[in-house]
């Protein structure tokens, strides 16, 4: 596991767009499977995407919407959300595990790096 921080949150209007970056200091992760993972308020955490050497899936209820991309220049791995709504609302985190299956993402256990995560508020 390498500590990942998430950052790019904020406030965004139903409809907008944010664009989620994902680093490491001093440390390179391109070999690294990188998930997002998102916790809404008074709800367990849950993934949204997972990319691999070879693909990026993502949940369904995102698909469309999100896109993951990797820099491997800047050694940042960057989730761009567009069409946001309300509930998409949630601290966001990303990780330097990740795993897809039956349309689920998840992270290994145990998973210990988490971080701060990085708020981002979808209102009117």
């Known amino acids: 596991q390498v500590p990942l921080v998430a950052s790019g949150g904020g406030w965004v209007q139903p409809g907008g767009s944010l664009r989620l970056s994902c680093s490491a200091s001093?440390?390179?992760?391109?070999?690294?499977?990188i998930g997002w993972f998102l916790q809404a308020p008074g709800k367990e955490r849950e993934g949204v995407s997972c990319?691999?050497?070879?693909?990026?899936y993502y949940i369904a209820s995102v698909k469309g919407r999100f896109t993951v991309t990797r820099d491997k220049d800047k050694n940042t791995v960057y989730l761009k959300m567009d069409s946001l709504n309300p509930e998409d609302t949630a601290v966001y985190y990303c990780?330097?595990?990740?795993?897809?299956?039956?349309?689920?993402?998840?992270?290994?256990?145990?998973?210990?790096?988490w971080g701060q995560g990085t708020q981002v508020t979808v209102s009117g």
């Open positions: 990319i691999d050497r070879i693909n990026t």
């Open positions: 990780t330097s595990d990740c795993g897809h299956a039956m349309g689920v993402i998840y992270v290994p256990v145990p998973y210990n790096d």
């Open positions: 001093g440390r390179t992760f391109d070999s690294y499977d």
